[in-house]
Nanobody, 116 residues
């Protein structure tokens, strides 16, 4: 059974920073990719970041240059460093891990609120 445990999000002022983590545990050793999506009220789920072994990262234009994803392969943990946060970044952030066979696993989600 694969489980993904996300760190707590929080309330951040505009322009601030926050780091999320996503720790995977279970029967699968290593994942082909890990990343995050986010979902704001009334909006579709939006892809935020992906890191693919051995370390290729991808981002949509909406967060490129502000967000950075990294990964500790030995710990099966991914990190999302979010800088220069904007109110429009407010959402529930969901991490995922994708196995080599294509199966995708999800974390529980964590709320990030950017507001003054």
């Amino acid at each position: 059974q694969v489980q993904l445990v996300e760190s707590r999000g929080g309330l951040v002022q505009p322009g601030g920073s926050l780091r999320l983590s996503c720790a995977a545990s279970g029967s699968i050793f290593g994942f082909a990719a890990m990343g995050w999506y986010r979902q704001a009220p009334g909006k579709q789920r939006e892809w935020v970041a992906t890191i693919i072994r051995p370390g290729t990262t991808n981002y949509p234009d909406s967060v490129k240059g502000r967000f950075a994803i990294s990964r500790d392969v030995a710990k099966n943990t991914a990190y999302l460093q979010m800088n220069s946060l904007k109110p429009e970044d407010t959402a529930v952030y969901l991490c995922y891990a994708q196995a080599g066979n294509g199966n995708r696993y999800w974390g529980q989600g964590t709320q990030v609120t950017v507001s003054s």
